[in-house]
């Protein structure tokens, strides 16, 4: 079956704008989970998202907002961009978010802030 | 490809034999830890997981062993090939009930055929 697919691959942005991120999940998973990865910081975890509903959230300002629609897809928003959110964004998804589960990431977006 | 981490520790081997990876975890209260690989240009893979009410598991190739007492989890690949050159990373979660993972900076190995 299809495997986690994220849109764009890669975005180039200016410091002040935004951007949204698309991430679909394998078929019939209902959990999305975003993460943050940087040479600095390494992988972070951003937020998790079940039916429609943020269950779990990271330590990230509220520039950093997501949500997900009733076909498990999911798109993730950065407002006020700033040059340190450039970074690879992964989407990972799962049939659930209790332990333990399997995550299946995607290829991640490369986004870079100038 | 992608470049998932400068500076990262590195472990060199040669095809054919064993490899051990290292990773100290954070929260003696976490109690579930998952190891990944991760290539270039690609997004990280589940390779093995382990609940911390066992100490050791097993899978293909693969092993993973937790010391509890000290906070060490490491990853056995048997008969390393050139294709598990990669970033190995771990991650931990469960600790005080949430299931926010932690991840590990990682290991990159790489294998000389």
């Known amino acids: 079956k299809a495997g986690v697919t994220q849109t764009p691959r890669y975005l180039i942005k200016t410091r002040g704008q935004q951007v949204t991120l698309s991430c679909s999940p394998i078929s019939g998973h209902r959990s999305v989970s975003w993460y943050q990865q940087t040479p600095g910081q390494g992988l972070q975890f951003l937020f998790e998202y079940f039916s429609e509903t943020q269950r779990n959230k990271g330590n990230f300002p509220g520039r950093f907002s997501g949500r997900q629609f009733s076909n498990s897809r999911s798109e993730m928003n950065v407002s006020t961009l700033e040059l340190g959110d450039s970074a690879l964004y992964l989407c990972a998804s799962s049939l659930a978010f209790e332990v333990p589960y399997e995550q299946y990431f995607g290829p991640g977006t490369r986004l870079t802030v100038t | 490809g992608e470049s998932v981490g400068l500076h990262l520790p590195t472990l060199s081997v040669q095809e054919g034999d064993n490899s051990i990876i290292n990773c100290a975890y954070s929260?003696?209260?976490?109690?579930?830890f998952i190891w990944y690989k991760q290539e270039s240009g690609k997004g990280p893979q589940f390779i093995i997981d382990i609940r911390s009410n066992m100490d050791k598991r097993q899978g293909q190739r693969v092993t993973v062993l937790l010391n509890k007492t000290v906070k060490h989890l490491s990853l056995q690949i048997a008969a390393t090939q050139p294709g598990d050159s990669a970033v190995y990373f771990c991650?931990?979660?469960?600790?005080?009930?949430?299931?926010?993972?932690?991840f590990g900076r990682g290991t990159s190995l790489i294998v000389h055929p």
């Open positions: 991650a931990e979660k469960g600790a005080g009930g949430s299931y926010i993972p932690t």
């Open positions: 929260n003696s209260a976490s109690d579930y």
